[in-house]
Protein backbone atom coordinates (compact mmCIF):
# COMPACT_ATOMS: atom_id res chain seq x y z
CA UNK A 1 0.00 0.00 0.00
CA UNK A 2 1.05 3.30 -0.60
CA UNK A 3 1.19 5.60 1.96
CA UNK A 4 1.80 9.51 2.13
CA UNK A 5 4.07 12.04 4.06
CA UNK A 6 1.22 12.12 6.95
CA UNK A 7 2.26 9.22 8.82
CA UNK A 8 2.14 7.93 12.44
CA UNK A 9 5.76 5.71 12.93
CA UNK A 10 3.91 2.44 12.72
CA UNK A 11 2.62 3.43 9.30
CA UNK A 12 5.73 3.66 7.62
CA UNK A 13 6.29 0.40 5.47
CA UNK A 14 8.51 -1.68 4.42
CA UNK A 15 11.55 -0.44 2.08
CA UNK A 16 10.81 -2.64 -1.18
CA UNK A 17 7.00 -2.42 -1.03
CA UNK A 18 7.40 1.39 -1.37
CA UNK A 19 9.97 1.09 -3.71
CA UNK A 20 7.86 -1.15 -5.90
CA UNK A 21 5.25 1.37 -5.94
CA UNK A 22 7.05 4.17 -6.38
CA UNK A 23 8.39 1.85 -9.33
CA UNK A 24 5.14 1.35 -10.69
CA UNK A 25 3.84 5.51 -10.24
CA UNK A 26 6.98 6.45 -12.27
CA UNK A 27 4.88 5.27 -15.40
CA UNK A 28 7.87 3.84 -17.63
CA UNK A 29 10.95 4.45 -18.86
CA UNK A 30 10.19 8.06 -20.43
CA UNK A 31 9.27 9.52 -17.21
CA UNK A 32 11.39 12.36 -15.44
CA UNK A 33 13.83 10.87 -12.82
CA UNK A 34 12.79 11.53 -9.61
CA UNK A 35 15.00 12.32 -6.30
CA UNK A 36 15.58 9.90 -3.71
CA UNK A 37 16.88 10.96 -0.29
CA UNK A 38 18.52 8.71 2.34
CA UNK A 39 19.49 9.62 5.91
CA UNK A 40 21.74 7.08 7.57
CA UNK A 41 22.00 6.77 11.94
CA UNK A 42 25.32 4.37 11.15
CA UNK A 43 25.92 4.62 15.37
CA UNK A 44 22.95 2.44 15.55
CA UNK A 45 24.93 -1.17 14.74
CA UNK A 46 26.99 0.67 18.04
CA UNK A 47 24.54 1.09 20.40
CA UNK A 48 23.24 -2.51 19.71
CA UNK A 49 27.19 -3.94 20.57
CA UNK A 50 27.15 -1.60 23.52
CA UNK A 51 23.89 -1.41 24.82
CA UNK A 52 22.24 -4.29 23.57
CA UNK A 53 19.85 -5.16 20.26
CA UNK A 54 16.87 -3.80 22.78
CA UNK A 55 18.31 -0.55 23.51
CA UNK A 56 19.18 -0.35 19.76
CA UNK A 57 15.25 -1.18 18.89
CA UNK A 58 14.16 1.72 21.05
CA UNK A 59 16.67 3.87 19.74
CA UNK A 60 15.78 3.01 15.94
CA UNK A 61 11.74 3.52 16.94
CA UNK A 62 12.65 6.94 18.00
CA UNK A 63 14.70 7.70 14.87
CA UNK A 64 11.59 6.28 12.86
CA UNK A 65 9.46 8.71 14.93
CA UNK A 66 11.26 11.55 14.14
CA UNK A 67 11.66 10.79 10.53
CA UNK A 68 7.58 10.51 10.00
CA UNK A 69 7.13 13.83 11.83
CA UNK A 70 10.07 15.66 9.76
CA UNK A 71 8.83 14.17 6.72
CA UNK A 72 5.28 15.12 7.36
CA UNK A 73 6.53 18.94 7.31
CA UNK A 74 8.89 19.39 4.41
CA UNK A 75 7.83 16.69 2.10
CA UNK A 76 4.48 16.51 -0.24
CA UNK A 77 1.63 13.94 0.63
CA UNK A 78 2.13 12.16 -2.41
CA UNK A 79 5.73 11.47 -1.73
CA UNK A 80 6.73 8.29 -0.59
CA UNK A 81 8.45 6.91 2.42
CA UNK A 82 10.01 3.93 3.71
CA UNK A 83 12.12 2.12 6.55
CA UNK A 84 12.95 -1.49 6.74
CA UNK A 85 12.45 -2.59 10.28
CA UNK A 86 16.01 -3.47 12.20
CA UNK A 87 17.82 -0.92 9.20
CA UNK A 88 19.84 2.20 10.33
CA UNK A 89 18.24 3.88 6.51
CA UNK A 90 15.77 5.84 6.03
CA UNK A 91 14.53 6.86 2.58
CA UNK A 92 11.96 9.14 1.13
CA UNK A 93 11.02 9.52 -2.84
CA UNK A 94 10.42 12.74 -4.46
CA UNK A 95 7.30 11.52 -6.54
CA UNK A 96 4.97 14.88 -6.11
CA UNK A 97 5.19 17.28 -8.55
CA UNK A 98 7.58 20.43 -6.86
CA UNK A 99 6.24 23.63 -5.92
CA UNK A 100 6.41 24.81 -10.45
CA UNK A 101 4.28 22.01 -10.88
CA UNK A 102 7.02 19.81 -12.82
CA UNK A 103 7.88 16.20 -12.31
CA UNK A 104 10.74 16.69 -9.86
CA UNK A 105 12.15 18.96 -7.26
CA UNK A 106 15.35 21.25 -7.62
CA UNK A 107 18.29 20.35 -6.04
CA UNK A 108 18.18 23.14 -3.90
CA UNK A 109 14.91 21.78 -2.36
CA UNK A 110 16.53 18.42 -1.99
CA UNK A 111 19.09 19.84 -0.05
CA UNK A 112 16.83 21.60 1.90
CA UNK A 113 14.67 19.12 2.83
CA UNK A 114 17.28 16.89 3.93
CA UNK A 115 19.32 19.04 5.96
CA UNK A 116 15.95 19.82 7.75
CA UNK A 117 14.64 16.16 8.37
CA UNK A 118 18.51 15.47 9.83
CA UNK A 119 17.86 18.07 11.65
CA UNK A 120 15.27 16.71 13.49
CA UNK A 121 16.56 13.49 13.40
CA UNK A 122 19.43 14.48 15.02
CA UNK A 123 18.04 16.49 18.15
CA UNK A 124 16.05 13.45 18.95
CA UNK A 125 17.85 10.82 19.01
CA UNK A 126 21.29 13.00 19.55
CA UNK A 127 22.78 10.44 16.98
CA UNK A 128 25.24 11.20 14.23
CA UNK A 129 23.07 11.17 10.77
CA UNK A 130 24.52 11.00 7.84
CA UNK A 131 22.68 12.18 4.68
CA UNK A 132 22.70 12.09 0.53
CA UNK A 133 20.62 12.38 -2.08
CA UNK A 134 20.30 10.94 -6.00
CA UNK A 135 17.80 10.87 -8.09
CA UNK A 136 16.46 7.57 -9.81
CA UNK A 137 16.33 6.52 -13.25
CA UNK A 138 13.72 4.20 -13.82
CA UNK A 139 15.42 3.03 -17.21
CA UNK A 140 18.73 2.21 -15.31
CA UNK A 141 18.05 2.26 -11.78
CA UNK A 142 14.83 -0.40 -11.73
CA UNK A 143 16.16 -3.53 -9.58
CA UNK A 144 18.92 -1.57 -8.28
CA UNK A 145 17.72 0.20 -5.09
CA UNK A 146 21.15 -0.98 -3.18
CA UNK A 147 23.20 0.75 -5.66
CA UNK A 148 21.10 3.85 -5.72
CA UNK A 149 20.99 4.31 -1.38
CA UNK A 150 24.57 3.89 -1.81
CA UNK A 151 25.26 6.22 -4.47
CA UNK A 152 23.04 9.01 -2.51
CA UNK A 153 25.11 8.34 0.31
CA UNK A 154 28.35 8.67 -1.53
CA UNK A 155 27.41 12.06 -2.98
CA UNK A 156 26.48 12.92 0.18
CA UNK A 157 30.06 12.64 1.52
CA UNK A 158 31.41 14.35 -1.63
CA UNK A 159 29.12 17.49 -1.07
CA UNK A 160 29.89 17.71 2.36
CA UNK A 161 33.65 17.44 1.59
CA UNK A 162 33.27 19.91 -1.14
CA UNK A 163 31.71 22.16 0.97
CA UNK A 164 34.20 21.98 3.69
CA UNK A 165 36.86 22.32 1.16
CA UNK A 166 35.74 25.79 -0.14
CA UNK A 167 34.92 26.70 3.55
CA UNK A 168 38.53 26.07 3.93
CA UNK A 169 39.99 28.42 1.41
CA UNK A 170 37.19 31.55 2.10
CA UNK A 171 38.92 31.05 6.01
CA UNK A 172 42.50 30.58 4.16
CA UNK A 173 41.74 34.31 1.89
CA UNK A 174 40.65 35.82 5.24
CA UNK A 175 44.56 35.31 6.60
CA UNK A 176 46.20 37.78 3.92
CA UNK A 177 43.29 40.08 4.26
CA UNK A 178 43.51 40.08 8.31
CA UNK A 179 47.59 40.61 7.92
CA UNK A 180 46.72 43.71 5.23
CA UNK A 181 43.84 45.33 7.46
CA UNK A 182 46.49 44.97 10.45
CA UNK A 183 49.58 46.80 8.80
CA UNK A 184 46.99 49.62 6.82
CA UNK A 185 45.88 50.15 10.43
CA UNK A 186 49.39 50.62 11.95
CA UNK A 187 50.10 53.06 8.85
CA UNK A 188 47.42 55.30 10.11
CA UNK A 189 49.58 55.65 13.59
CA UNK A 190 51.50 59.28 12.35
CA UNK A 191 54.11 58.43 14.87
CA UNK A 192 55.31 55.33 12.52
CA UNK A 193 58.85 56.14 10.97
CA UNK A 194 59.54 56.27 7.64
CA UNK A 195 61.28 53.23 7.27
CA UNK A 196 58.85 51.14 9.10
CA UNK A 197 56.17 52.87 6.88
CA UNK A 198 58.19 51.88 3.53
CA UNK A 199 58.46 48.12 5.18
CA UNK A 200 54.62 47.80 6.08
CA UNK A 201 53.49 49.31 2.66
CA UNK A 202 55.51 46.69 1.13
CA UNK A 203 54.74 43.54 2.99
CA UNK A 204 50.73 44.68 2.55
CA UNK A 205 51.24 45.00 -1.22
CA UNK A 206 52.90 41.17 -1.69
CA UNK A 207 50.26 40.72 0.55
CA UNK A 208 47.54 42.01 -1.81
CA UNK A 209 48.87 39.91 -4.47
CA UNK A 210 49.61 36.78 -2.51
CA UNK A 211 45.48 37.10 -2.02
CA UNK A 212 44.55 37.90 -5.76
CA UNK A 213 46.83 34.74 -6.94
CA UNK A 214 44.92 32.77 -4.40
CA UNK A 215 41.50 33.66 -5.79
CA UNK A 216 42.44 33.14 -9.38
CA UNK A 217 44.00 30.06 -7.95
CA UNK A 218 41.29 28.81 -5.67
CA UNK A 219 39.44 26.39 -7.70
CA UNK A 220 42.46 24.45 -8.91
CA UNK A 221 43.03 23.24 -5.42
CA UNK A 222 39.09 22.08 -5.23
CA UNK A 223 38.63 18.48 -4.15
CA UNK A 224 37.91 17.45 -7.57
CA UNK A 225 41.29 17.59 -9.23
CA UNK A 226 43.02 16.56 -6.06
CA UNK A 227 44.67 13.95 -7.69
CA UNK A 228 44.41 14.78 -11.45
CA UNK A 229 47.34 15.25 -13.63
CA UNK A 230 48.83 18.66 -13.75
CA UNK A 231 50.60 20.28 -17.27
CA UNK A 232 53.57 20.50 -15.59
CA UNK A 233 55.51 20.25 -12.35
CA UNK A 234 55.10 23.40 -9.68
CA UNK A 235 58.44 24.98 -8.50
CA UNK A 236 58.56 27.42 -5.45
CA UNK A 237 60.89 29.09 -3.45
CA UNK A 238 61.83 27.71 -0.13
CA UNK A 239 63.45 31.25 1.15
CA UNK A 240 60.68 33.47 -0.11
CA UNK A 241 57.69 31.22 0.89
CA UNK A 242 59.54 30.98 4.54
CA UNK A 243 59.66 35.07 4.60
CA UNK A 244 56.41 35.65 3.21
CA UNK A 245 54.57 33.43 5.75
CA UNK A 246 56.89 35.01 8.93
CA UNK A 247 55.93 38.34 7.44
CA UNK A 248 52.05 37.41 7.67
CA UNK A 249 52.06 35.77 11.20
CA UNK A 250 54.45 38.60 12.89
CA UNK A 251 51.85 40.53 14.26
CA UNK A 252 49.93 37.79 15.53
CA UNK A 253 52.65 36.82 17.70
CA UNK A 254 53.27 40.40 18.69
CA UNK A 255 49.94 40.21 19.82
CA UNK A 256 50.66 37.15 21.88
CA UNK A 257 54.83 38.23 22.78
CA UNK A 258 55.60 34.97 21.47
CA UNK A 259 59.34 35.17 19.89
CA UNK A 260 59.11 34.34 16.12
CA UNK A 261 62.22 33.02 15.54
CA UNK A 262 63.74 32.14 12.13
CA UNK A 263 66.62 29.94 11.36
CA UNK A 264 69.28 29.74 8.21
CA UNK A 265 67.38 28.25 5.19
CA UNK A 266 69.35 26.71 2.32
CA UNK A 267 68.13 28.43 -1.24
CA UNK A 268 66.10 25.63 -2.64
CA UNK A 269 63.27 25.29 -5.07
CA UNK A 270 60.44 22.48 -4.10
CA UNK A 271 58.03 20.85 -6.04
CA UNK A 272 54.87 23.28 -4.85
CA UNK A 273 54.60 27.14 -6.09
CA UNK A 274 55.54 29.61 -3.61
CA UNK A 275 52.25 31.90 -2.84
CA UNK A 276 50.78 27.50 -1.74
CA UNK A 277 54.05 26.62 0.16
CA UNK A 278 53.30 30.44 1.97
CA UNK A 279 49.83 29.41 2.71
CA UNK A 280 50.84 25.78 4.21
CA UNK A 281 53.43 27.98 6.82
CA UNK A 282 51.28 30.62 7.30
CA UNK A 283 49.08 27.50 8.60
CA UNK A 284 51.64 26.07 10.83
CA UNK A 285 53.08 29.35 12.18
CA UNK A 286 50.21 30.28 13.13
CA UNK A 287 48.63 27.11 14.88
CA UNK A 288 52.37 27.34 16.74
CA UNK A 289 51.53 30.85 18.15
CA UNK A 290 48.01 30.21 18.89
CA UNK A 291 48.57 27.00 20.34
CA UNK A 292 51.88 27.75 22.31
CA UNK A 293 52.74 29.78 25.50
CA UNK A 294 52.05 33.27 25.74
CA UNK A 295 55.39 35.55 25.50
CA UNK A 296 57.14 31.90 24.39
CA UNK A 297 58.70 30.98 21.34
CA UNK A 298 58.09 29.29 18.09
CA UNK A 299 61.17 28.12 16.25
CA UNK A 300 60.92 27.48 12.02
CA UNK A 301 64.07 26.08 10.34
CA UNK A 302 64.62 23.96 7.22
CA UNK A 303 67.05 21.63 5.98
CA UNK A 304 67.86 18.68 3.52
CA UNK A 305 67.05 15.11 3.94
CA UNK A 306 67.95 13.17 0.95
CA UNK A 307 65.50 14.23 -1.89
CA UNK A 308 63.66 16.35 0.44
CA UNK A 309 64.01 19.95 2.04
CA UNK A 310 62.37 19.78 5.28
CA UNK A 311 60.69 22.84 6.91
CA UNK A 312 60.10 22.30 10.83
CA UNK A 313 58.11 24.63 13.02
CA UNK A 314 58.09 24.10 16.90
CA UNK A 315 56.50 25.12 19.66
CA UNK A 316 56.51 25.22 23.43
CA UNK A 317 52.91 24.86 24.71
CA UNK A 318 51.55 21.42 25.63
CA UNK A 319 51.92 19.74 22.79
CA UNK A 320 49.32 16.96 21.35
CA UNK A 321 48.55 13.33 22.55
CA UNK A 322 49.52 10.51 20.04
CA UNK A 323 45.80 9.78 19.85
CA UNK A 324 45.28 13.30 18.21
CA UNK A 325 48.28 13.63 15.83
CA UNK A 326 46.50 12.19 13.22
CA UNK A 327 42.94 13.46 13.84
CA UNK A 328 44.10 17.00 13.75
CA UNK A 329 44.55 16.79 10.31
CA UNK A 330 40.70 16.02 9.31
CA UNK A 331 38.65 19.04 8.55
CA UNK A 332 36.49 20.40 11.11
CA UNK A 333 38.69 19.06 13.82
CA UNK A 334 40.81 20.66 16.72
CA UNK A 335 43.04 19.63 19.66
CA UNK A 336 42.40 19.62 22.70
CA UNK A 337 42.85 23.25 23.62
CA UNK A 338 41.15 26.06 24.85
CA UNK A 339 42.91 28.47 21.48
CA UNK A 340 40.14 29.61 18.88
CA UNK A 341 40.30 27.46 15.49
CA UNK A 342 38.15 26.65 12.73
CA UNK A 343 39.31 22.91 12.43
CA UNK A 344 40.45 23.62 8.75
CA UNK A 345 43.80 25.27 8.23
CA UNK A 346 45.83 22.10 9.08
CA UNK A 347 43.75 19.80 6.83
CA UNK A 348 44.02 22.31 3.87
CA UNK A 349 48.10 22.35 4.56
CA UNK A 350 48.05 18.61 4.53
CA UNK A 351 46.41 18.59 0.72
CA UNK A 352 48.42 20.78 -0.37
CA UNK A 353 51.89 19.40 0.32
CA UNK A 354 50.31 15.84 -0.66
CA UNK A 355 49.27 17.07 -3.91
CA UNK A 356 52.46 18.21 -4.09
CA UNK A 357 54.11 14.94 -3.15
CA UNK A 358 55.27 15.85 -0.06
CA UNK A 359 53.68 14.87 3.59
CA UNK A 360 53.15 16.76 6.97
CA UNK A 361 53.99 15.01 9.90
CA UNK A 362 53.54 16.01 13.61
CA UNK A 363 55.86 14.32 16.50
CA UNK A 364 57.11 16.31 19.79
CA UNK A 365 59.07 19.02 19.58
CA UNK A 366 62.55 19.46 21.92
CA UNK A 367 60.43 22.79 23.54
CA UNK A 368 58.03 20.48 24.97
CA UNK A 369 55.03 21.54 22.46
CA UNK A 370 54.31 20.66 18.90
CA UNK A 371 57.13 19.61 15.73
CA UNK A 372 55.40 20.30 12.00
CA UNK A 373 57.34 18.41 9.73
CA UNK A 374 56.51 19.82 6.22
CA UNK A 375 58.73 17.40 3.55
CA UNK A 376 58.78 18.26 0.21
CA UNK A 377 60.57 17.28 -2.59
CA UNK A 378 63.30 19.32 -4.55
CA UNK A 379 63.49 20.33 -7.81
Not at 40 to 69: D, K, Q
Not at 355 to 361: H, K, V
Amino acid sequence: MVTGTGLHAAEIGGLLPRLVAFERRLGGPAADARPILVVRLPELERVAWRRGLRAARALERTATAAFSTAVSRVLRADDLVAHDAGSDVFVAALVAANREGHGAAAPIDVRSALARIAATMEATTRLEVRTGWTTYDHASDRGCIDAVLERALVRGVQERERYAFFSSLGHELRTPLSSIRGYLETLLDPQVDDETRVRFVRIAYNESLRLGRLVDGMFEISLLDLHADRTGPAVGSLIAAIDGARDACVAAAAKRHVTLVVGAIPPLRVGIDTDRLTLVLVNLIDNAVKHGRSAGRVEVNAAVDGRFAQVTVDDDGPGVGIEDRDRIFALGERGATTAEGSGIGLALARLMVERSGGRIDLVGSDFGGARFIVSLPQI
